[in-house]
């Protein structure tokens, strides 16, 4: 299986931040990388497949770059709604593995 | 409009084998490229992928349950059904059913989700 890493685990920040999140794959998955938000209780929401493409309706403070084995999910300034839990997700090969996930709590 | 649903059971017994049905609705398991994956994440962990059924009928397991899923389709009844065998307490978790198309192996739709308690 492809081991998913995401860094930081958690993660402190206040509205208005601009925030980075890694994801890194222990091979190269090419440009199959998701990225998705997790609210508590709630699915996982789709935000950036492909890497870079931003799903529809998603707000275009989110961007997400990379390929091979290192990728970025960026919010570019925190809303009170992005603090939630996000993961990454190879679809490179299966088992679609999921990163462990990042944490975004408010400061 | 897509939508999915999980449901089945809420409390299982260990050994037993676990049954999950999910049914969507806005898109067809006909339609070529179509495809529908379970996902579970345990209280307070991190997503795992299970199982993937694509529109021809071609499936895919999680190499470290594979032995104890099934994952089959009724499109006639826009379903999927999951059965997960030898269920045990580490087997507790939210399970999900998502919508996804061959070739981006990403999920954009997503069900609720339902929870699965595995106690005796």
């Known amino acids: 299986d492809i081991q998913m890493t995401q860094s930081p685990s958690s993660l402190s920040a206040s509205v208005g931040d601009r925030v980075t999140i890694t994801c890194r794959a222990s091979q190269s998955i090419s440009s199959y990388l998701n990225w998705y938000q997790q609210n508590p209780g709630k699915a996982p929401k789709l935000l950036i497949y492909a890497a870079s493409s931003l799903q529809s309706g998603v707000p275009s403070r989110f961007s997400g770059s990379g390929s091979g084995t290192d990728f970025t999910l960026i919010i570019s300034s925190l809303q009170p709604e992005d603090f939630a839990t996000y993961y990454c997700q190879q679809s490179y090969s299966s088992p679609g593995t999921f990163g462990q996930g990042t944490k975004l709590e408010i400061k | 409009q897509i939508t999915l649903k999980e449901s089945g059971p809420t409390l299982v017994k260990p050994t037993q084998t676990l049954t999950l049905t999910c049914t969507f609705s806005?898109?067809?398991?006909?339609?070529?490229?179509?495809?529908v994956g379970w996902i579970r994440q345990p209280p307070g962990k991190a997503l795992e992928w299970l199982a993937l059924i694509y529109w021809d009928d071609d499936k895919s397991y999680s190499p470290s349950l594979k032995t104890r899923l099934t994952i089959t389709r009724d499109t006639s009844k826009n379903q999927v059904v999951l059965t997960m065998t030898n269920m045990d307490p580490v087997d507790t978790a939210t399970y999900y059913c998502a919508h996804t198309i061959y070739g981006s192996g990403s999920y954009d739709y997503w069900g609720q989700g339902t929870l699965v308690t595995v106690s005796s």
């Open positions: 806005g898109f067809s398991l006909s339609t070529t490229g179509v495809g």
